[in-house]
């Protein structure tokens, strides 16, 4: 399994950014899917975005396309979420998922089910 760090969360204004990180250690990262989700209070774990196993491709979830951007640096073993234009509905903890699954493409939006590495998350909040 994958060790798996965020940080990065805050709070912030709506229409600010922030940019969370994601620390890999452990089997080789490169091999992985890695993907970010987030939690709100009282709601179920929600896709936000993901890199496929292969590396070749991205996706996000709905209410993040346009604003979100998910990269990574390899020699880093990181993975990044770019949040443009934030909204209070933006607000959740952030989890950082990985899986070593070799399936070259998601061919559904991904799952938590998808995944079985899980960071601590990060908390981010943002006000109106």
């Known amino acids: 399994q994958v060790h798996l760090v965020e940080s990065g969360g805050g709070l912030v204004q709506a229409g600010g950014s922030l940019r969370l990180s994601c620390a890999a250690s452990g089997r080789t990262f490169g091999n992985y899917a890695m993907g970010w989700f987030r939690q709100a209070p009282g709601k179920e774990r929600e896709f936000v975005a993901a890199?496929?196993?292969?590396?070749?491709?991205?996706y996000y979830g709905d209410s993040v396309r346009g604003r979100f951007t998910i990269s990574r640096d390899m020699a880093r073993n990181t993975v990044y979420l770019q949040m443009n234009n934030l909204k209070p509905e933006d607000t959740a903890v952030y989890y950082c998922?990985?899986?070593?699954?070799?399936?070259?493409?998601?061919?559904?939006?991904?799952?938590?089910?998808?995944?079985?590495?899980w960071g601590q998350g990060t908390r981010v909040t943002v006000s109106s």
């Open positions: 890199f496929s196993w292969s590396g070749g491709s991205t």
């Open positions: 998922a990985a899986d070593p699954t070799p399936v070259p493409d998601f061919t559904a939006t991904p799952t938590t089910a998808d995944f079985d590495s």
